[in-house]
């Protein structure tokens, strides 16, 4: 308990935010589709994160002004929703697109032909 | 009720005009959903048609308007900047737009001639593109201008794959792949940006980025260049090219005509943020792009124009003369000087709608040479030899910039404007090297085309020629290049106006913030213009 009393919410979130983005990053770098459309997704999840604390972290402050001292940006909760839903469809569309590429192709690999085939 | 119907009409007309050209594409894409293009496809046609002359018609009009000088800003909803977004029409912007339509309109006529119908849903896919492209053009916001990437975007994924086939797939997942992770990038960078600087509108950005020193410019310069990664994917840079010549030599014709003017949108924005809100006067991060811009964009040229030499197929060949232009375009840029502001903006509407011509053309040729199609052998004799050869000597002199057309022109300007830079040699060598090289690779197509005739082949495979449709919409997009040059000098005014509005940062802030500037209160503390009182 003590050795995690001392860690900042900062930390935490930030070092979170990076594990994703390494995982993310790796994944895409894959050279089946299925791992590369993971790797954009938790890619998105991160960058998502990445926007809202960019609003700097608060606790119990409202974003609304004049609900009390301390007020939270309401700006990057905005944006946050609207990339989410900008990713949630484009999600949407490269599995679609990566199930219509592998029944093309024969191969789930992202260079539509087996390596060294 | 004085006022007739028509003077209402006109009125509600000049106070929206501004966001007309971002409306307009998109109703006119809902309409095309709701009729459906099942059976409807004559009336489909008709109503893109319409839908794009008049937004070319609405563009000339805002930028007759932008030409005296004065910014016509336009606040969604009537929020004052910064809270609410807003539209900007300046000279650029104007440009932009008149150049969007001016490529869409005669690509359009020619995917109407049978390519429209070789997979669903092209004419409002089409117009979703044209939204935005508009949008991203007028925007005065950098995560509007987000937003506007996504719609062009999304419209360009599914066009690409248009006709279909194992080809299109294949790069089809690796553009979507690439351009996901620029979205990330770019909201990484935007992010960035408003932590340091709390503010994303365009003339607030430019009065705070100078305010702001120490560490957080550090992390300043950090977000400019993650987003000169964005922007330089979707111009294709050097070492970010790779996706462009093989998605655009896969499209079909009319998608990649349409396409050529999609690398230029990186090239506004690096204008836009890079050049201005990142420029000369924006203190501890004024000119962060600067060491990178000019090195990457001569060595892109340079790259691209042994592509193209050593391309085997005619729409290859001018993919990579797609990324040849926007190195020659990013190269004046990267000169940071109004004059070759000018020439670029010169030299990419010249180069646009040239690029565009020779995408459509290259396809009237190959669908004249039986089984050679587009590959770069020796094949039947064409149908139209005399017409399709004029074409293609008026389209490469162009691009390779041979006077008196306007690819000379507008490279003159940039050699012109590049004397006295320390980069000068370079320039020189790089842009000149580069149109001999260009010459060269043209000319060796044009005579294996129409002079490398294969004796002994059956030529009744041969279409008879190209109707007449194709042909008009070819010749319209060439003969708007050529007229570029005999409409040089009123252009060049304009384009040099342009450049000289862009640097007056002053003039743009007062128009989107008014003269007093914005007044907002902030949870945690920004550095403030000298002007506002303290929250």
């Known amino acids: 308990m003590s050795l995690f009393a001392n860690i900042s919410m900062e930390f935490l979130v930030a070092s979170g935010i990076g594990w994703v983005t390494a995982c993310g990053v790796y994944l895409m770098l894959r050279g089946r589709s299925f791992p590369v459309v993971l790797g954009l997704t938790l890619l998105g999840y991160a960058v998502n994160i990445f926007i809202f604390v960019m609003g700097r972290l608060w606790s119990a402050a409202p974003p609304i002004l004049g609900q009390g001292d301390v007020q939270a940006d309401p700006l990057p909760q905005a944006l946050v929703l609207t990339a989410i839903v900008i990713g949630f469809a484009t999600t949407g569309f490269v599995i679609e697109l990566a199930l219509r590429s592998r029944a093309e192709s024969g191969t789930d690999h992202v260079d539509g032909r087996e390596p060294g085939a | ?535």
Not at chain 2, 241 to 254: C, I, Q
Not at chain 2, 363 to 384: K, N, T, Y
């Open chain 2, 1 to 535: 009720m004085n006022m007739s119907f028509a003077d209402v009409m006109m009125q509600l007309f000049r106070q929206h005009l501004a966001v007309l050209p971002v409306l307009l594409p998109s109703f006119t894409a809902m309409l095309m959903l709701l009729i459906g293009d099942r059976d409807s496809l004559p009336r489909l046609r008709r109503i893109a048609l319409v839908s794009v002359a008049l937004g070319l018609m609405f563009a000339l009009k805002l930028a007759m308007e932008a030409d005296d000088g004065v910014l016509r800003v336009y606040r969604v909803g009537d929020w004052p900047a910064p809270f609410g977004i807003v539209l900007v029409i300046d000279r650029l912007s104007a440009l932009m737009l008149v150049l969007t339509q001016a490529v869409a309109l005669p690509v359009l006529f020619y995917a109407s001639g049978g390519w429209d119908s070789h997979g669903r849903h092209f004419h409002a896919l089409f117009q979703f593109q044209l939204m935005g492209l508009n949008g991203a053009f007028v925007t005065g916001d950098l995560f509007n201008l987000f937003v506007f990437f996504e719609v062009l975007l999304i419209a360009s994924y599914v066009l690409l794959l248009h006709g279909q086939g194992r080809e299109r797939f294949r790069v089809g997942v690796q553009y979507v792949a690439i351009n996901l992770a620029a979205s990330a990038l770019f909201l990484i960078g935007v992010a960035l940006i408003y932590a340091t600087v709390g503010t994303l509108n365009m003339a607030d950005l430019a009065q705070r980025v100078p305010l702001v020193s120490g560490d957080d410019a550090v992390v300043l310069k950090a977000a400019a260049l993650i987003l000169l990664v964005v922007f330089g994917v979707k111009a294709a840079i050097l070492p970010l090219h790779l996706w462009l010549p093989s998605t655009y030599a896969a499209a079909s014709a009319p998608v990649a005509a349409l396409f050529a003017i999609m690398t230029k949108v990186g090239v506004y924005s690096i204008l836009r943020v890079h050049g201005v809100i990142f420029g000369a006067d924006a203190g501890a991060s004024a000119l962060t792009v600067e060491p990178w811009l000019l090195p990457l964009a001569l060595g892109t040229s340079v790259l691209a124009v042994f592509g193209m030499l050593a391309a085997h197929t005619l729409p290859r060949m001018v993919a990579y003369m797609t990324v040849a232009s926007v190195g020659t375009i990013l190269a004046a840029l990267g000169l940071f000087s109004e004059a070759a502001w000018s020439a670029a903006l010169y030299y990419m509407a010249h180069s646009t709608l040239i690029i565009a011509a020779l995408f459509l053309l290259v396809e009237l040729v190959s669908a004249q040479r039986g089984d050679a199609a587009d590959r770069l052998e020796a094949g039947p004799a064409v149908a139209q030899p005399a017409l399709l050869g004029l074409l293609m000597l008026l389209g490469a002199a162009s691009a390779a910039g041979l006077p008196p057309l306007p690819g000379f022109i507008g490279k003159l300007m940039v050699l012109q404007a590049s004397s006295g830079h320390e980069a000068q040699t370079w320039v020189w060598t790089v842009v000149l090297l580069v149109g001999f090289l260009t010459l060269i690779g043209l000319a060796r197509a044009g005579s294996v085309l129409f002079w490398s005739v294969r004796p002994g082949v059956d030529d009744s495979g041969t279409s008879a020629g190209a109707s007449p449709r194709l042909v008009l919409a070819t010749v319209s997009l060439i003969g708007a290049g050529v007229l570029m040059s005999v409409l040089a000098g009123p252009l060049k005014r304009y384009t040099d106006a342009a450049a000289v509005q862009l640097v007056d940062r002053r003039a743009y802030q007062e128009a989107v913030l008014g003269a007093a500037g914005a007044q907002t209160t902030q949870p945690y503390v920004f550095p403030r213009p000298a002007s506002e009182g303290a929250h």
